[in-house]
């Protein structure tokens, strides 16, 4: 007969599972070289302490949020040779020299995104970089879809990237018709992938296009907006939301492809382009050129920490 267990065995065996789940918790941080905020990690604490048997599940499959290791986007000069402190400051950040950009277009409402959206797309001559969260299952949605087509039909090499959640809350755009053009696409981590790894919560809120990277003719259209109706044209009787987007042209457009290589290749997205030939950096100080210049910041699933939060 099974020994009958008494409230001490009880609390002797809950104790060994909340240890246990304590230091698998402590290990997997330390080797995976995991970065939270004191409040996030005070609360996975409290919550295995206190409900091991749902914290430590619950950790190994939403626990991730960002990849560990760094994106290193090209472009960067050594610490050393910045001059001012917030050019030292982002390049001890593992972040690119600033790039000049040329054309900036910030869009009032949303009939100017997506009239620039448009032809951003329609303009584009080599290639086509896409990756948003949500394409939604709507008649501005479709009308993405379609033109990609069209453009990979003219022989552009179009690449979307969605979102695997994102996927599934707009309603699973149909993309046969881009795939039928010669169009490639990819799910950025669906949901049910390997979640033992930590990384059903590791999801790509970037909404980006590049066109022609690398080439005279590059553009970059960025923002907030995720390419559905409710974002451009709203609904009947329900106005469009409002939210910020732009577009530009220049160098600085090569640090945004840079940026969807790299999620592109953790994906597992095919093909794999070769990365554009970068113009020669101009030194940094005063000798640079009074050209405007900005840097991309990544912040987000593959970028193993937020930039902006270690500078405090």
């Not at 190994?60 to 050393?80: E, M, N, Q």
């Not at 400051?89 to 009032?108: G, K, V």
């Amino acid at each position: 007969m099974l020994p009958v267990l008494t409230l001490a065995h009880w609390l002797s065996l809950h104790g060994l599972v909340t240890v246990i789940a304590l230091l698998i918790y402590v290990i997997t941080a330390h080797v995976l070289g995991q970065r939270r905020q004191p409040a996030a990690a005070v609360a996975w604490v409290l919550f295995i302490l206190l409900v091991p048997y749902l914290a430590l599940p619950g950790f190994l499959i939403f626990g991730s949020r960002k990849r560990t290791r760094p994106v290193r986007l090209a472009g960067a000069h050594p610490v050393g040779e910045a001059t001012s402190w917030a050019e030292r400051t982002a390049l001890a950040l593992r972040q690119p020299a600033a790039a000049p950009y040329a054309d900036l277009a910030i869009h009032a409402d949303g009939a100017a995104a997506r009239g620039a959206l448009w032809e951003v797309i329609d303009q584009a001559r080599h290639s086509i970089d896409l990756c948003t969260f949500i394409i939604g299952r709507d008649a501005f949605g479709q009308a993405v879809v379609e033109r990609l087509a069209a453009r990979a039909r003219a022989g552009v090499t179009v690449r979307l990237m969605l979102d695997g959640l994102g996927a599934l809350m707009g309603g699973r755009p149909e993309l046969e018709v881009l795939k039928a053009a010669g169009g490639h696409s990819v799910q950025f981590v669906p949901p049910l992938h390997s979640p033992l790894k930590g990384r059903t919560n590791l999801r790509n809120h970037r909404k980006l296009l590049v066109a022609d990277a690398g080439l005279p003719t590059q553009r970059l259209w960025c923002g907030g907006r995720n390419l559905a109706s409710e974002y451009f044209d709203g609904e009947p009787g329900r106005p469009a939301w409002h939210d910020l987007s732009f577009d530009l042209r220049g160098p600085f457009v090569q640090q945004a492809s840079a940026l969807f290589r790299h999620d592109w290749r953790f994906a597992g997205g095919r093909p794999r382009l070769p990365a554009p030939a970068l113009p020669a950096l101009p030194p940094p100080g005063p000798a640079r050129s009074a050209a405007p210049g900005r840097r991309w910041w990544p912040a987000g699933p593959t970028s193993w920490t937020t930039p902006s939060s270690r500078c405090w």
